[in-house]
């Protein structure tokens, strides 16, 4: 393999440019060249493209975002737009690709292995967490300490004016971020897509909670069922107009700023066990890593979601949240 091709797909998420820095100095060290495609699988139609090589990506480790930029592909979901990615790619000279994305990419990804016979190893992009087949993806770690150090904040205005907050956080499908960002702020409830969520409950819970508790913040991921924080504030203070309820929707700030130390070398290693894995004859896998090993799952495998969340984190949520 002379040559590797690299795109960043989806979603950005803090870390992507540590994962690119990691395949470029990687596939430099043995020998090969790489190309880089702007905006994922839209700068592979367009032939968008740059050469990489070690110095392209200096002083990028510590930088959210994607020097190569990203985006969601509508033309890619079309026969047209993939062939002429996989044309590209031979014109090029392409041996092997990496993508770095989440469930969207690796999706893109099995339908270019269908038009084009060259390996691809995917890099889990995308701070949902919802692929199966690693502990993190990259970019979970930097959007739940961004989420914690905002809730932290609300939580000292919540506290002065005895308020309920409901913080609405990203994840349309996952309550990831929101599971983990939920423990780590001591939040009293969490409403998540993977669970029916009884508003009831949640509001005999408010009326329960001991008085001494002056705030209360709820976390609500953006995929729940009630349709977002706003939806549940507003159900919260028609069946208690006692309550002083406000919302905070965090959005994108959860996506951007410099990426964790342990992003950065989780990034790292994904990125170089990418190009190894190339060169050792790997094909169609996402590299993970599960309990500190480095970890391969076939696509198909690990663009399926992730439908429970851990009982063990629920119930723990309860107790402490007492
Ligand atoms: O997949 C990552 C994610 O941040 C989701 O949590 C969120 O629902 C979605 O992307 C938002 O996408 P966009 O920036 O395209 O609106």
């Known amino acids: 393999m002379k040559k590797i091709g690299i795109i960043t797909s989806g979603g950005d998420s803090p870390g992507m440019n540590a994962c690119l820095r990691a395949v470029v100095r990687a596939a430099v060290h ?41 985006a969601r592909s509508k033309r890619f979901f ?46 889990p992009g995308t701070i949902d967490n919802d692929l199966i087949g690693t502990d993190f993806t990259i970019g979970y770690d930097t959007a739940i300490n961004t989420v914690v150090e905002a809730v932290d904040k609300i939580r000292d205005t919540a506290e002065s004016h005895d308020r309920i907050f409901v913080i609405e956080v990203m994840g349309r499908d996952a309550g ?61 203070k028609k069946e208690s107009p006692e309550f002083d309820v406000r919302v905070t929707v965090l959005g994108h700030i959860q996506r951007g700023g410099n990426p964790t130390c342990m992003e950065r070398v989780n990034a790292s290693l994904m990125g170089y066990n990418a190009v190894i894995a190339l060169r050792n004859g790997r094909r169609n896998d996402m590299v993970g890593i599960i309990n500190n090993k480095i970890t391969f799952t076939p696509f198909e495998k690990s663009v399926k979601h992730i439908e429970q969340l851990d009982r063990n984190l629920l119930n723990m949520i309860e107790v402490l949240s007492s």
């Not at 592979?44 to 392209?56: A, E, F, R």
């Not at 989440?102 to 890099?123: R, V």
Request: include cysteine; glycine fraction near 14%; charge should be neutral.
């Open 176 to 236: 990831l971020i929101a599971i983990r960002s939920a423990i780590a702020s001591g939040a009293e409830a969490l409403l998540v897509p993977e669970m029916k969520n009884d508003i009831e409950v949640l509001i005999g819970k408010i009326k329960n909670w001991r008085t001494s508790k002056s705030s209360k913040i709820v976390i609500v991921a953006e995929g729940e069922q009630y349709g977002g924080a706003y939806k549940v504030a507003e159900l919260i």
């Open 78 to 123: 079309t026969d047209e737009g993939q062939n002429k990615a996989a044309q590209h790619l031979k014109d090029h000279g392409i041996g092997g690709f990496v993508v770095i994305g989440g469930d969207g990419s690796f999706k893109g990804a099995i339908e270019l292995s269908k038009k084009i016979d060259i390996p691809i190893i995917g890099c």
């Open 30 to 70: 043995f020998n090969m060249e790489v190309t880089g495609f702007y905006k994922g699988y839209e700068g592979l139609i367009d032939n968008d493209y740059v050469n990489l090589n070690t110095t392209s990506v200096s002083g990028i480790i510590q930088r959210g975002g994607t020097i190569l930029k990203t």
